[in-house]
């Protein structure tokens, strides 16, 4: 069965630091990859997807950046943090397909900037 | 671009009553619509899901329904209990596009 993993489940970073959350898929080959935003008591906002290696689309522009070095691993990368960037980030996937798949969502991570 | 309309934004039932989320959606070409239950704290869970080629489906005290014609789709859950006390997010897409267009949630409280 499949399986997704993101890292870690929470952090505390300060304002101006870097970033990097990891997210990595188990169980299937070629899987779409995508990145969430929540903050708090609100919707899901995407903020990056990919299709393939190296294929990243960017929903949202700011100053976070993704990168797919292999093929069932998705990096969320920041050169500097703003304050704004708190909030629950979710990595998922879903099987590609000529059909609409469903996206499975990994456990988050908690971002708290200070 | 697709946009997905979900009401209401708070849904406060009774314990063994009947609760119905409801979404409508702007693009006809959209033919799959899955639903996710997310409880506080936790990552959002697939529990449901419908394609266009049927107009109902259901999973045990959860069903959902869709109308094409006039481009709604709602979730229901009978016979409520505490554990169903979640965020309740409604999504549309089409074949070919990768991304699913999220509603904006229904916070649903079942009151004991």
């Known amino acids: 069965s499949q399986t997704i993993h993101q890292w870690p489940a929470t952090l505390v970073q300060p304002v101006g630091s870097p970033l990097s959350l990891e997210c990595t898929v188990e169980?299937?080959?070629?899987?779409?990859l995508y990145w969430y935003r929540q903050a708090a008591g609100r919707g899901l906002q995407l903020l990056f997807y990919?299709?393939?290696?190296?294929?990243i689309s960017s929903e949202v522009p700011q100053n976070l950046s993704a990168s797919r070095p292999q093929d069932r691993q998705f990096i969320l990368s920041s050169k500097k943090l703003l304050l704004s960037d708190s909030g629950f980030y979710l990595c998922?996937?879903?099987?590609?397909?000529?059909?609409?798949?469903?996206?499975?969502f990994g456990d988050g991570t908690r971002l708290s900037i200070l | 671009g697709e946009n997905v309309e979900q009401h209401p934004s708070t849904l406060s039932v009774q314990e063994g009553d009947s609760a119905v989320i409801k979404c409508t959606y702007s693009?006809?070409?959209?033919?799959?619509f899955p639903w996710y239950k997310q409880e506080l704290g936790k990552r959002p869970q697939l529990i449901i899901d419908?394609?266009?080629?049927?107009g109902e489906k259901k999973d045990q005290r959860i069903a959902v329904t869709l109308n094409k014609t006039a481009k709604h789709f709602s979730l229901h859950i009978t016979e409520t209990q505490p554990e169903d006390s979640a965020v309740y997010f409604c999504?549309?897409?089409?074949?070919?596009?990768?991304?699913?267009?999220f509603g904006t949630g229904t916070r649903l409280t079942i009151i004991p």
């Open positions: 998922a996937w879903s099987a590609m397909d000529r059909e609409v798949q469903p996206q499975h």
């Open positions: 169980g299937t080959s070629n899987p779409n």
């Open positions: 990919s299709v393939g290696i190296g294929q």
């Open positions: 693009d006809s070409a959209s033919n799959y």
């Open positions: 419908i394609r266009s080629n049927v």
């Open positions: 999504a549309a897409s089409w074949s070919g596009n990768e991304k699913l267009t």
